[in-house]
């Protein structure tokens, strides 16, 4: 019987192949590089450096990340300082190899960047009919015995629960060779295994008919038992058994199974049976699978028509939020019919309450359809709400972009933790002066009120005692009426200081007329919230500064510990789309709940940050 693919021989595509088994690389040189893999996907790199260093002097630790959502592959490699200690790394492997780490035992091996050995196969061996009990550990015991072991896994399923069988990768043909001459056909736990030479899907038999003995039977009339069932197949073969499944009560669930004493005989009862007519039902008849086959079966299947769907409607499919209560699907259609034909308009509906959620979905017969509905629609006043329209995308597509902005924001320098209410999220638009406000008694140009603390700011509109008002610019300060120039200059040719542009040389600024200034840029956000006019009026360098001081507080209000980070995350999306957040209190919250999830699985939850959870 072939064998199935080996995950521990193709392990991940970065992985180097495993080399000898000795510590040495090229010429003389000590090999101080280890491969460690079946890590848990929340190990990190400290927790590998506190396991590694115990033995020798680590140089530096990798845990290899998906590019797109930075989560762990669930492999590492550990490079030892070979010059202090040439010999750390040999120990390492001896000492750890197969030790827990957040309850999963480590698979350490060798690393080497020549693939060749790995991909060549030679003195790789398969092993089945293993049982449940048996380890990597247990495993690699039982089998080293006959040569040096580069790799020896068990196959895994999603529980992590044995699947009988597993791998074994030995540094010469010669040990392989031996090891299937001793063990083959041996007990091992009360079980009978085989072992043979490991074989690539492209080298098993290219015979891909099944045999089988068992045949499922379904579809059946109540009137059917085992003795009837039993004659139906009779005349196929010599049937060995017959049984039709029955419930607690004794009726029949309509199937069962049949067991025929030669294949070819099975076989043909499939063929003259699947389909026909008894009592009045078509029946199925078909080989009998295991519930893991079936299951991996369906899978596929599934996988098959969603990657069908996703490819039917791929830029065709519009996003579209933000809808008015009274919006509907013929409504939501007729505003956008002038676009082009529509095969499927939906408002979403709440399934308690029976009231619109605020967004649906419409879907174009060609991709310059959709196209030139998200430009003329997006932002379009529908019963008197600004539409949002995008291209649809798929829940995980989304939650990548939202860890890769995350990661990319990480990656920026300059402060990361929680953030008070006087503080601006890290990473969004830089100190910004406070536009055309008052200034206090201080020298330079009062700060946005972001940049202050608590009880700092002062009302708009009332000027703060002093020399006079400073008033700002956008050509930078300027000076009132009684104040000094900004900085502290050398004397000017009649007295101390220098005004600033537009004031007269010498004197101390006293009774000056400045040169009036241009137009001050947009006022801040209302109390009655930042609008969208409002934004649109606002140099564009202010207006992320504008939108993370509105969306600060509601962010707050769900999220009070992490409302730094989480504002910081979202002002990477677009202006209008955060406009739509910010008057749009469930959406605001789904977001927020996905950035709580990407920081979860970051482990970028500081310490001491409670994260509210819905009731």
């Given at each position: 019987?072939?064998?199935?693919?080996?995950?521990?021989?193709?392990?991940?595509s970065e992985q180097p192949a495993a080399g000898q088994p000795a510590a040495k690389q090229d010429g003389n040189q000590p090999n101080s590089s280890l491969?460690?893999?079946?890590?848990?996907?929340?190990?990190?790199?400290?927790?590998?450096?506190?396991?590694?260093?115990?033995?020798?002097?680590?140089?530096?630790?990798?845990?290899?990340?998906?590019?797109?959502?930075?989560?762990?592959?669930?492999?590492?490699?550990?490079?030892?300082?070979?010059?202090?200690?040439?010999?750390?790394?040999?120990?390492?492997?001896?000492?750890?190899?197969?030790?827990?780490?957040?309850?999963?035992?480590?698979?350490?091996?060798?690393?080497?960047?020549?693939?060749?050995?790995?991909?060549?196969?030679?003195?790789?061996?398969?092993?089945?009919?293993?049982?449940?009990?048996?380890?990597?550990?247990?495993?690699?015991?039982?089998?080293?015995?006959?040569?040096?072991?580069?790799?020896?896994?068990?196959?895994?399923?999603?529980?992590?629960?044995?699947?009988?069988?597993?791998?074994?990768?030995?540094?010469?043909?010669?040990?392989?060779?031996?090891?299937?001459?001793?063990?083959?056909?041996?007990?091992?736990?009360?079980?009978?295994?085989?072992?043979?030479?490991?074989?690539?899907?492209?080298?098993?038999?290219?015979?891909?008919?099944?045999?089988?003995?068992?045949?499922?039977?379904?579809?059946?009339?109540?009137?059917?038992?085992?003795?009837?069932?039993?004659?139906?197949?009779?005349?196929?073969?010599?049937?060995?058994?017959?049984?039709?499944?029955?419930?607690?009560?004794?009726?029949?669930?309509?199937?069962?199974?049949?067991?025929?004493?030669?294949?070819?005989?099975?076989?043909?009862?499939?063929?003259?049976?699947?389909?026909?007519?008894?009592?009045?039902?078509?029946?199925?008849?078909?080989?009998?699978?295991?519930?893991?086959?079936?299951?991996?079966?369906?899978?596929?299947?599934?996988?098959?028509?969603?990657?069908?769907?996703?490819?039917?409607?791929?830029?065709?499919?519009?996003?579209?939020?933000?809808?008015?209560?009274?919006?509907?699907?013929?409504?939501?259609?007729?505003?956008?019919?002038?676009?082009?034909?529509?095969?499927?308009?939906?408002?979403?509906?709440?399934?308690?309450?029976?009231?619109?959620?605020?967004?649906?979905?419409?879907?174009?017969?060609?991709?310059?359809?959709?196209?030139?509905?998200?430009?003329?629609?997006?932002?379009?006043?529908?019963?008197?709400?600004?539409?949002?329209?995008?291209?649809?995308?798929?829940?995980?597509?989304?939650?990548?972009?939202?860890?890769?902005?995350?990661?990319?924001?990480?990656?920026?320098?300059?402060?990361?933790?929680?953030?008070?209410?006087?503080?601006?999220?890290?990473?969004?638009?830089?100190?910004?002066?406070?536009?055309?406000?008052?200034?206090?008694?201080?020298?330079?140009?009062?700060?946005?009120?972001?940049?202050?603390?608590?009880?700092?700011?002062?009302?708009?509109?009332?000027?703060?005692?002093?020399r006079g008002a400073n008033m700002m610019g956008p050509g930078g300060p300027m000076m009132g009426p009684g104040g000094r120039g900004p900085g502290r200059?050398?004397?000017?040719?009649?007295?101390?200081?220098?005004?600033?542009?537009?004031?007269?040389?010498?004197?101390?600024?006293?009774?000056?007329?400045?040169?009036?200034?241009?137009?001050?840029?947009?006022?801040?956000?209302?109390?009655?919230?930042?609008?969208?006019?409002?934004?649109?009026?606002?140099?564009?360098?202010?207006?992320?500064?504008?939108?993370?001081?509105?969306?600060?507080?509601?962010?707050?209000?769900?999220?009070?510990?992490?409302?730094?980070?989480?504002?910081?995350?979202?002002?990477?999306?677009?202006?209008?789309?955060?406009?739509?957040?910010?008057?749009?209190?469930?959406?605001?919250?789904?977001?927020?709940?996905?950035?709580?999830?990407?920081?979860?699985?970051?482990?970028?939850?500081?310490?001491?940050?409670?994260?509210?959870?819905?009731?």
């Amino acid at each position: 019987m072939s064998a199935p693919a080996a995950p521990s021989v193709k392990p991940e595509s970065e992985q180097p192949a495993a080399g000898q088994p000795a510590a040495k690389q090229d010429g003389n040189q000590p090999n101080s590089s280890l491969y460690v893999g079946d890590l848990d996907r929340d190990v990190i790199e400290s927790q590998l450096f506190e396991a590694f260093s115990a033995i020798g002097p680590v140089a530096s630790i990798r845990v290899c990340r998906d590019a797109v959502t930075r989560r762990s592959l669930g492999y590492a490699y550990v490079n030892f300082n070979a010059t202090l200690d040439p010999t750390a790394a040999e120990r390492a492997l001896e000492a750890l190899n197969y030790s827990p780490l957040n309850g999963r035992p480590m698979r350490i091996m060798w690393s080497h960047r020549d693939p060749a050995q790995r991909k060549s196969g030679v003195g790789n061996i398969f092993i089945k009919n293993l049982d449940k009990s048996i380890d990597n550990k247990a495993l690699h015991d039982t089998f080293s015995a006959f040569g040096d072991i580069l790799s020896c896994k068990v196959a895994l399923d999603a529980a992590g629960e044995s699947k009988g069988y597993g791998f074994v990768h030995y540094a010469s043909e010669e040990s392989a060779k031996l090891a299937i001459e001793k063990v083959d056909g041996m007990m091992i736990e009360g079980k009978k295994v085989y072992v043979g030479p490991f074989l690539r899907r492209s080298e098993r038999a290219t015979d891909t008919e099944v045999k089988f003995t068992n045949v499922y039977v379904k579809n059946l009339p109540e009137e059917i038992d085992d003795d009837k069932l039993t004659a139906m197949f009779k005349e196929f073969g010599t049937v060995s058994s017959a049984v039709v499944m029955k419930d607690n009560e004794g009726k029949s669930k309509g199937f069962g199974f049949v067991n025929m004493e030669d294949a070819d005989q099975a076989a043909k009862a499939v063929e003259e049976l699947n389909g026909k007519e008894v009592d009045g039902k078509e029946i199925y008849v078909g080989r009998a699978q295991k519930k893991a086959e079936r299951e991996a079966m369906l899978r596929q299947k599934f996988e098959e028509l969603r990657v069908e769907r996703i490819q039917k409607y791929a830029g065709l499919n519009l996003y579209v939020k933000n809808l008015h209560d009274e919006v509907d699907d013929e409504t939501l259609r007729s505003e956008f019919a002038h676009c082009g034909t529509i095969t499927s308009a939906k408002v979403m509906m709440d399934a308690s309450s029976g009231k619109s959620r605020g967004f649906g979905f419409v879907c174009f017969s060609a991709p310059e359809e959709a196209t030139k509905a998200v430009t003329e629609m997006n932002g379009r006043m529908i019963k008197g709400k600004p539409i949002y329209v995008a291209l649809a995308q798929r829940r995980d597509v989304r939650k990548a972009q939202l860890e890769q902005q995350y990661q990319q924001r990480m990656a920026m320098p300059g402060p990361r933790g929680p953030m008070g209410p006087g503080m601006f999220p890290p990473g969004g638009a830089p100190p910004m002066m406070y536009p055309g406000g008052p200034m206090g008694p201080g020298r330079g140009p009062m700060m946005a009120p972001y940049m202050m603390g608590p009880g700092r700011g002062m009302p708009a509109g009332r000027p703060m005692p002093g020399r006079g008002a400073n008033m700002m610019g956008p050509g930078g300060p300027m000076m009132g009426p009684g104040g000094r120039g900004p900085g502290r200059g050398g004397r000017g040719p009649g007295g101390r200081g220098r005004g600033g542009e537009g004031y007269p040389k010498g004197g101390r600024g006293r009774g000056q007329k400045p040169t009036p200034a241009p137009a001050a840029p947009a006022p801040p956000p209302t109390s009655e919230g930042l609008t969208a006019a409002a934004l649109a009026s606002a140099p564009p360098e202010q207006q992320k500064q504008l939108l993370g001081e509105s969306l600060f507080p509601q962010i707050s209000e769900l999220q009070p510990d992490l409302a730094g980070k989480i504002t910081g995350m979202l002002l990477e999306m677009d202006n209008s789309e955060l406009l739509l957040l910010m008057e749009t209190p469930e959406a605001l919250e789904a977001k927020v709940d996905e950035a709580v999830e990407v920081l979860k699985q970051h482990n970028a939850i500081p310490e001491g940050a409670v994260v509210r959870t819905k009731n």
